[in-house]
C-alpha cells in the first residue's frame, strides 16, 4: 500500500501568528477532520512543541497531496515542507 508521508515545519514566526489568532487552529483542524472523514488522512501527528507536523495520506497521489496541503490556513507560515513516498509494509 502506498503512502505520502508529509513532513512539516511551521516559521517562529508563523507559530506567534497562530498563537495569537485563534480562529486559525480552528480553521486547520477543520481541514484534518474533513481529510479523515474522507479517509484520504491515514494518521496525524503534532510534536510537543507544536512547530512540527507529520501527516500520511492514504489513496491519492503527491500531486493531489502537495495541492491539499497549500489549502491549510497553516500554509503561510510553513517553512517546510517535505513529501516522501511510502509502500507500507504492514
Request: aromatic letters at 12%; zero cysteines.
Amino acid at each position: 500500500m502506498n503512502r505520502i508521508l508529509v513532513l512539516i515545519t511551521l516559521s517562529d514566526s508563523g507559530i506567534e501568528t497562530i498563537k495569537s489568532t485563534p480562529e486559525l487552529p480552528k480553521k486547520e483542524m477543520e481541514f484534518v477532520g474533513q481529510w479523515k472523514q474522507e479517509n484520504i488522512l491515514e494518521n496525524f501527528y503534532i510534536s510537543v512543541t507544536k512547530k512540527d507536523a507529520v501527516l500520511i495520506f492514504q489513496d491519492i497521489d503527491e500531486t493531489r497531496t502537495k495541492e491539499l496541503i497549500e489549502t491549510l490556513p497553516y500554509f503561510p507560515y510553513m517553512s517546510k515542507i517535505e513529501y516522501h513516498n511510502l509502500n507500507k509494509q504492514f
